[in-house]
């Protein structure tokens, strides 16, 4: 392949998960047992179809890298909604450890095939309501990075409420680009205690949506100083591809992982010149959630009118576009 002169833009959805929490109330809901990626909770697309194609707005989709797990092929839902993929953007863990090897291996996939890339990282468990409106968001950061080649540019939300299990970026409020609203961060703090989260938000931190845009090596640098054992395994990885080693490697590698993740074990650890490189990008006027907890969904779900929780009532036949112009956010 031969090299590009400009950076290519990427992207990276993340689906490897299990979602263990929300089984229960996916099996009551729905009737179905699903990670709950995989689920149409509303319309008729499952929320990893939704990261499809928020991403695919942004790129074409031979440029979008989607990490499974194995396990997960067991299921024909999940079969049929991979199917449609370009097989070498499909990158299947043996096992899920987390996000810190969950955004590692599709990279090294992505770096094999485009390695002058820019890349913005999608969580595929995540709610997104103005979803054009977020994709000029991820526009934004995309710019930034061009510009800046050396920044890691995050997506944050202003929080509505004390949020316990969120993580949180506190930004530098004085620094701000004149062309573009992007600001250095000052602290990440992953699911902070519960007598420091309402001082943080006074502060002004944003609620981490793990939405971020970054060159790649710019990324895998940065973990190599952090985390320089994590990068060393995915180095092995890296060579291997390709070759009749490829799947003994990864095995091997993921054999001797231990669980990593990216935002506790990376991000909040990094020293003072590598925090210089993060920034972030406030989104205004979008309506954001990540669905890790039951009571995030079914209070999501409530606002849109799709669930009277009271008598059990679960509806989806509407269009996501459609529940969003009747619902007051």
Request: hydrophobic share 40%.
């Given at each position: 392949?031969?090299?590009?002169?400009?950076?290519?833009?990427?992207?990276?959805?993340?689906?490897?998960?299990?979602?263990?929490?929300?089984?229960?109330?996916?099996?009551?809901?729905?009737?179905?047992?699903?990670?709950?990626?995989?689920?149409?909770?509303?319309?008729?697309?499952?929320?990893?179809?939704?990261?499809?194609?928020?991403?695919?707005?942004?790129?074409?989709?031979?440029?979008?890298?989607?990490?499974?797990?194995?396990?997960?092929?067991?299921?024909?839902?999940?079969?049929?909604?991979?199917?449609?993929?370009?097989?070498?953007?499909?990158?299947?863990?043996?096992?899920?450890?987390?996000?810190?090897?969950?955004?590692?291996?599709?990279?090294?996939?992505?770096?094999?095939?485009?390695?002058?890339?820019?890349?913005?990282?999608?969580?595929?468990?995540?709610?997104?309501?103005?979803?054009?409106?977020?994709?000029?968001?991820?526009?934004?950061?995309?710019?930034?990075?061009?510009?800046?080649?050396?920044?890691?540019?995050?997506?944050?939300?202003?929080?509505?409420?004390?949020?316990?299990?969120?993580?949180?970026?506190?930004?530098?409020?004085?620094?701000?680009?004149?062309?573009?609203?992007?600001?250095?961060?000052?602290?990440?703090?992953?699911?902070?205690?519960?007598?420091?989260?309402?001082?943080?938000?006074?502060?002004?931190?944003?609620?981490?949506?793990?939405?971020?845009?970054?060159?790649?090596?710019?990324?895998?640098h940065l973990i190599s100083l952090s985390a320089p054992d994590?990068?060393?395994?995915?180095?092995?990885?890296?060579?291997?591809?390709?070759?009749?080693?490829?799947?003994?490697?990864?095995?091997?590698?993921?054999?001797?992982?231990?669980?990593?993740?990216?935002?506790?074990?990376?991000?909040?650890?990094?020293?003072?010149?590598?925090?210089?490189?993060?920034?972030?990008?406030?989104?205004?006027?979008?309506?954001?959630?990540?669905?890790?907890?039951?009571?995030?969904?079914?209070?999501?779900?409530?606002?849109?009118?799709?669930?009277?929780?009271?008598?059990?009532?679960?509806?989806?036949?509407?269009?996501?576009?459609?529940?969003?112009?009747?619902?007051?956010?």
């Amino acid at each position: 392949m031969a090299p590009t002169l400009w950076p290519l833009r990427c992207g990276v959805i993340l689906a490897g998960g299990e979602g263990k929490r929300v089984r229960p109330l996916i099996c009551k809901l729905l009737g179905v047992d699903l990670p709950k990626q995989y689920v149409s909770f509303i319309g008729t697309r499952s929320m990893l179809q939704h990261a499809f194609c928020r991403a695919e707005r942004l790129m074409p989709k031979e440029r979008i890298f989607t990490v499974v797990a194995r396990d997960h092929f067991k299921y024909p839902e999940v079969r049929r909604q991979i199917d449609g993929r370009l097989p070498h953007t499909v990158v299947c863990q043996p096992t899920n450890r987390e996000t810190g090897p969950g955004i590692l291996l599709p990279l090294m996939h992505l770096f094999k095939h485009y390695p002058n890339s820019t890349v913005a990282v999608f969580p595929s468990d995540h709610f997104v309501l103005q979803e054009e409106l977020f994709a000029n968001y991820v526009r934004q950061a995309f710019e930034a990075v061009e510009r800046h080649p050396a920044k890691i540019v995050f997506l944050g939300v202003k929080p509505t409420d004390p949020e316990i299990e969120y993580g949180y970026i506190l930004p530098d409020n004085q620094d701000a680009d004149a062309a573009l609203p992007v600001r250095s961060v000052k602290v990440f703090l992953e699911k902070p205690e519960p007598q420091i989260v309402s001082q943080i938000i006074a502060l002004g931190a944003l609620w981490n949506t793990m939405v971020m845009v970054f060159r790649t090596e710019i990324l895998l640098h940065l973990i190599s100083l952090s985390a320089p054992d994590l990068y060393r395994s995915f180095q092995r990885i890296f060579q291997a591809l390709g070759s009749s080693r490829e799947s003994w490697t990864m095995e091997r590698v993921y054999e001797g992982l231990e669980p990593m993740d990216f935002s506790k074990d990376l991000l909040e650890g990094l020293d003072v010149y590598s925090r210089n490189q993060l920034s972030v990008v406030a989104m205004e006027g979008v309506f954001w959630s990540d669905w890790g907890s039951e009571n995030r969904i079914l209070s999501v779900l409530e606002r849109l009118k799709r669930l009277d929780r009271a008598s059990g009532v679960f509806s989806r036949d509407m269009d996501p576009l459609s529940a969003a112009m009747e619902a007051s956010l």
